[in-house]
């Protein structure tokens, strides 16, 4: 296989990436770098791929894919790439319109040209919306979107199984459920916990705490979409396109507040918290039922909750000099952020 990673310096991308690599595949990776969050996040990933071949590239930019694809020759493609963040969608809804409507519309169509054997692409457990029966199923109506976001990544579900059932495009989707883990992006609860914590400052936690995510950890999701790779759809009986859903989560809803004493816990430091409102395009729950998913691979997300927020702590306090420059706002300077960090290695002797 000679496989194309999209979103490689983004979280999940980087991971997936490193993991082909390692397993001896021929491994090229894209991104655009965006500013979305700290693009010295997204460089410290890529220099962590130096192996790899990589193209920046904006999916967007239809041109440019197509001389790539047709230098480049692939026969797998996993579509990471995308503008990511429900809340960030409700203020800036166009920025999503161009990177996952008219990016993704341009993959598939390089993708059928050149005759790719199996597309992966990114959905999200956010297509789901607000419903009520839990636990969330593929086969559960998704027609009422809680967000930009959310919309956007049902409708690339709709345009590959289009793009399956016209060009007989062999497509999976993959509706990722709240990915935590080393190199986490910043913008998401994980992240902003734990940089919160580390500084000594109050936590926001919408919804007065009542929220509960299916928190699935990265080295998991990694494990799903490697034995995915294989398993191209193909029609049969009982369906006519090459194409497949399938929810990527552990299959545990972790109560939001227990996620926040637990990273507490183990960062030996408790954080006053202010309770605020639902957020706008949030949802309360999510919950994957993952018997599809293990009906094909054999395999069910294992990392429990503590165990995964252990390994990302000890990540947390090598690389905190890092996380807390990304994410500082108004350019919190690197001194500051190496000067919590002054303790690091006597922590990481104290967490391992």
């Not at 090229?28 to 500013?35: E, F, I, P, S």
């Not at 976001?149 to 793009?163: C, F, G, I, L, P």
């Not at 729950?285 to 094909?296: F, I, N, P």
Request: hydrophobic share 40%.
């Amino acid at each position: 296989m000679k496989i194309l990673v999209t979103g490689a310096a983004g979280f999940i991308g980087f991971h997936l990436a490193e993991r082909l690599a390692r397993e001896g595949h021929s491994v090229v990776a894209l991104d655009n770098l965006n500013d979305y969050y700290a693009v010295s996040l997204k460089q410290a990933r890529m220099e962590r791929l130096s192996g790899i071949p990589f193209h920046r590239v904006d999916i967007a930019d239809l041109a440019s894919l197509e001389t790539l694809f047709a230098r480049e020759r692939f026969t797998h493609v996993i579509n990471l790439a995308a503008q990511a963040g429900v809340r960030h969608s409700v203020e800036h809804p166009h920025e999503y319109g161009r990177s996952n409507l008219t990016g993704f519309l341009n993959l598939l169509d390089v993708c059928k040209r050149h005759d790719i054997e199996h597309l992966l692409y990114a959905s999200s457990s956010s297509v789901y919306g607000r419903q009520k029966t839990l636990p969330f199923r593929e086969t559960d109506p998704v027609d009422q979107p809680a967000s930009i976001y959310a919309a956007t990544k049902r409708a690339n579900e709709m345009m590959a199984y289009s793009y399956a059932d016209l060009h007989r495009l062999p497509a999976t989707g993959m509706r990722f459920f709240t990915v935590y883990g080393p190199w986490g992006r910043p913008d998401m609860a994980p992240c902003l916990f734990a940089a919160s914590l580390l500084r000594g400052e109050p936590i926001d936690i919408f919804n007065h705490g009542r929220m509960a995510r299916d928190f699935t950890y990265i080295d998991d999701v990694i494990e799903c979409i490697v034995r995915l790779l294989p398993h191209a759809p193909r029609p049969n009986a009982d369906r006519s396109a090459p194409h497949e859903i399938y929810n990527l989560g552990r299959g545990k809803p972790i109560a939001l507040l227990d996620f926040v004493d637990t990273l507490e816990r183990r960062l030996g430091t408790t954080a006053t918290r202010h309770f605020k409102q639902m957020q706008p395009g949030d949802v309360e729950r999510t919950w994957a039922d993952t018997h599809k998913l293990r009906s094909v691979i054999d395999y069910t997300p294992r990392v429990s909750l503590e165990q995964g927020i252990d390994r990302f702590v000890i990540w947390l306090i090598d690389y905190r000099g890092l996380m807390l420059e990304a994410m500082a706002a108004g350019g919190e300077s690197a001194i500051a952020a190496s000067a919590v960090a002054a303790s690091a290695v006597v922590e990481r002797e104290r967490l391992a």
